[in-house]
């Protein structure tokens, strides 16, 4: 057995790999022993592939990554005949026909996926705890939540099982799961990674998917092996400059970057986050660049109410499609998404339109904010982790919830503004991250800091549209000054 498997990433992996001095199968074996050790504990596994892995490992293998373990995300990423639950009971038996474009760059990369990640259903909690699966588990504390919807991903990094995994992010499901999780979280902007074939878009285009890692090294060149349009892709943007890998390590020069610490719907931030911004500015002033506190002219209430409306229409199709793919009825699904569905229906089609629309006023404000700082600093997230079970609907409100249902007075329940507030408590939590979604710009949260429980919280950064590259050369900069990756959660 490969016993200093979980101190390697990715890259380091591979090396040894290449090197002869170590093997895929001996790789994939030390994956899923420490599988058996920790998953008992946090969850996170689902949907194996252990079979079609052994089969992988033991044959020729090309690519950047090379015979290292890895793990999926179940939703979106179809892998062709394994099924794709989104942590449904609806979809627990769908087995797609055709593999995402996403996993099949994943599998020319060289990787050995042997399972997927848990995620909450239909990717639509901060959390991730579902009925079909239960609840996953923070690798740094059991009794709290690793963050969602990516939270099965994270958790299984953090906790050794892969280097890296696979993960996606429509409001924040990979800079959240990361914040609290200690990891590496990058976000690509819009068209980055193409969605294909099956979708052109997912969530209007608000959500993109990459990795969660432990080093920035992995996640550039992990984004080297992904980027690019695919065939048929609707939305193509201009390539990178030079591949993501030689970013690393890069000087990003004198960064102009403007950072605040409020929330945008004027919610409660923990003094920990805010302390986690202003050693962050100092860090980062110490390194040359120029730090002022400045935001964007964007009306944060507006902005929520915009992804939300987008949530609920979106959760509304979704419900749908599942249904026609499975043959279930909507009864199947958990009472908070037969609710979202049920608001997403009552929505007309001029109202969802017109929220849409309202997304360019962001992306303007974004651009103006753009001209005079190349970065945006903000917490990732403004509270520390839930506990498990701590964001499930109370009974009361649950019990109003079946009532509103079965009578059909969502609407009526949508403009008395009660949906807005449950939905405005939720997202205080996390009210930072839905901007780099609307505006479709690329973000990463960093794991700087910690609670101080010693739980982990990153620092999150907003560039402009293509600017993945300087992520990637500050991110690496920020690693080098303050180094993260030997901080493991002791599982």
């Not at 252990?50 to 990423?77: E, H, M, Y």
């Not at 026909?97 to 099949?104: C, K």
């Amino acid at each position: 057995m490969f016993k200093e498997y979980p101190a390697h990433d990715a890259t380091g992996l591979a090396e040894l790999v290449a090197q002869r001095e170590v093997s895929a199968v001996e790789l994939l074996d030390a994956a899923l022993a420490r599988l058996d050790a920790v998953n008992p504990k946090i969850n996170a596994f689902c949907a194996p592939m252990i079979d079609a892995a052994r089969q992988r490992a033991d044959g020729p293998l090309s690519g950047p990554f090379a015979g290292v373990p890895f793990l999926i995300k179940d939703i979106a990423q179809n892998v062709a005949g394994v099924p794709t639950s989104a942590g449904s009971r609806v979809l627990k038996d769908w087995r797609p026909d055709v593999s995402s474009e996403i996993v099949l760059r994943f599998e020319r990369a060289g990787l050995v996926s042997f399972g997927k990640t848990t995620t909450p259903e239909l990717a639509l909690k901060g959390c991730t705890e579902s009925l079909l699966f239960g609840a996953t588990r923070n690798p740094w504390n059991l009794s709290r939540t690793p963050g969602g919807s990516s939270g099965g991903a994270a958790a299984a990094v953090a906790a050794g099982i892969v280097p890296v995994a696979s993960a996606s992010d429509g409001g924040g499901s990979i800079r959240i799961p990361a914040s609290y999780c200690g990891l590496f979280g990058l976000r690509p902007g819009r068209g980055r990674v193409p969605p294909g074939p099956s979708h052109d878009e997912f969530w209007e285009g608000a959500s993109s998917e990459h990795v969660l890692s432990h080093t920035v090294r992995d996640s550039a060149r992990m984004l080297d092996a992904i980027h690019g349009a695919d065939e048929g892709s609707p939305f193509r943007i201009a390539g990178p400059e030079r591949p993501y890998a030689e970013e690393v390590g890069r000087d990003p020069g004198r960064l102009r970057i403007g950072f605040s610490t409020a929330s945008p719907i004027n919610q409660p931030v923990d003094l920990d986050c805010v302390r986690a911004v202003h050693e962050t500015a100092k860090l980062l002033e110490s390194l040359g660049h120029h730090v002022e506190e400045a935001a964007p002219e964007i009306d944060g209430d507006a902005l929520a109410r915009c992804y939300l409306t987008m949530y609920y229409g979106q959760t509304a199709a979704t419900v749908d499609h599942a249904c026609e793919l499975s043959g279930a009825e909507e009864s199947a699904f958990e009472l908070d998404t037969r609710a979202l569905a049920a608001f997403g229906r009552s929505l007309t089609a001029g109202e969802y339109v017109a929220s849409r629309q309202r997304w360019n006023d962001f992306m303007r404000a974004m651009g103006r904010f753009h001209s005079r700082f190349d970065l945006y600093l903000t917490p990732t997230v403004a509270q520390p982790a839930a506990g498990i079970g701590a964001q499930d609907t109370p009974l009361a409100e649950r019990i109003g919830l079946r009532a509103v249902l079965k009578l059909g007075l969502t609407r009526r329940l949508l403009d008395s503004g009660v949906v807005d507030k449950i939905a405005a408590k939720s997202l205080g939590r996390v009210p930072f991250t839905q901007l780099s979604n609307l505006t479709f710009t690329p973000s990463m949260s960093v794991p700087l800091a910690s609670f101080a429980d010693g739980m982990p919280l990153g620092v999150q950064f907003v560039a402009a549209t293509g600017g993945e590259g300087l992520l990637i050369r500050l991110a690496s900069q920020l690693e080098q000054a303050q180094p993260w990756a030997g901080r493991r959660a002791a599982i």
